[in-house]
């Protein structure tokens, strides 16, 4: 688990982004740590892209070391809203040799906060290594250049239009419910408590960090399916604002329908679900939703006559009654219980 202690300066300090090279490094990365994020289309366009190009580097890198740890000197810390990806290569190929040092050594070794894998560094990452981080870092920013223009660019300008309508229509979910809801739908394993920001790693995992923060860069994407940490880590040379990246909401989810409006757009996502039977725990990660949220409004349709409850084993399921309208399977960007 990951805490990011924030407090009332740290949460002035949290504002969302849009990268074009964030994007990028999150399309190989879930090619290779989920790829079940990805749809056929774009898995096939990464792997083509990366051999076409001989980007071997890149591929080892990117798709994170022997414990999943892609160095973050590849995701530049946003300036502004958005940084062009010019500007966000040039800073990937002159980030200071301290960082690339301390990240390269993380992905070589593993993380010290999160256990190793006993999975060997790949030797592409290993013979970079020999001519230096200068150069390392160079070659880096030389191939992502060459995997942007042939995998990423032809489709930046659908795919930066959604993650803009993804910040705006988190930026009216705070204007309406307030900052700390909007946090606590971004991603099914973040949530808003306390003051700060509570990240789940991979499950089983023993470990965790602290963070004490002043600010929080939020960054949305089309490629990951979870809330992804990168670069706050405290005790780092050349420190960085912590960095969160969450999944986009789906294109046809930024606007709500008159449907969901009448009985309420979460119980609308939940009875979508329920055509056949599922768990609490099921519907929280399916709908980003925690599952204390998903538990309340199950007890609600229950009650309302519009769902059945079974006990099978240790889980109780849940499926819906009758035929719903058409109500689409969104989740909701804000918004209390409805």
């Known amino acids: 688990m990951i805490r990011i202690n924030l407090g009332a300066e740290g949460l002035g300090g949290v504002r969302f982004a849009v990268s074009p090279l964030d994007s990028a490094k999150d399309l190989i990365y879930s090619l290779r740590r989920t790829p079940q994020a990805l749809s056929a289309d774009w898995r096939a366009r990464t792997r083509e ?31 502004g809203f958005e940084t062009s990806v010019d500007a966000a290569l040039h800073r990937v190929a002159t980030a200071p040799t301290e960082r690339i040092g301390y990240e390269l050594a993380l992905a070589v070794n593993g993380h010290p906060w999160d256990p190793a894998s006993g999975e060997g560094a790949p030797r592409p990452l290993l013979q970079a290594l020999d001519r230096g981080e200068r150069s390392f870092a160079h070659r880096l920013a030389d191939e992502m250049a060459q995997f942007w223009h042939a995998a990423l660019e032809p489709s930046w300008p659908g795919i930066r239009a959604r993650l803009e309508a993804d910040v705006s229509a988190r930026a009216t979910a705070i204007a309406y419910h307030g900052l700390a809801d909007t946090l606590n739908r971004l991603a099914p394993n ?19 960090l602290t963070v004490d923060a002043r600010a929080v860069i939020l960054v949305p994407s089309v ?3 979870q809330a992804i940490f990168c670069a706050g880590e405290p005790g780092a040379p050349a420190p960085r604002t912590p960095l969160i990246i969450y999944p986009a909401a789906p294109a046809d989810c930024l606007a709500p329908s008159g449907e969901d409006r009448l009985i309420g757009a979460t119980r609308a996502r939940i009875l979508a679900e329920l055509s056949e039977p ?18 309340y409004h199950l007890q609600i349709l229950h009650r309302a006559g519009l769902v059945t409850r079974e006990r099978r084993s240790r889980r109780v399921l849940y499926q819906r009654l009758g035929v719903r309208p058409r109500l689409g399977g969104c989740p909701r960007l804000g918004g209390g219980p409805l």
């Open 223 to 225: 490629f990951v399916n």
């Open 278 to 295: 599922r768990s609490t725990a099921e519907l929280a990660q399916r709908l980003y939703l925690a599952p204390a949220t998903v538990s």
């Open 190 to 208: 973040l949530a808003w408590c306390d003051g700060g920001l509570t990240l789940r790693l991979r499950p089983g995992s023993p470990h965790g």
């Open 49 to 79: 892209a990366l051999v076409q190009h001989r980007l071997g580097l890149l591929g080892a890198v990117g798709g994170g070391g022997p414990c999943g740890y892609a160095p973050d000197f590849l995701r530049p810390e946003s300036q």
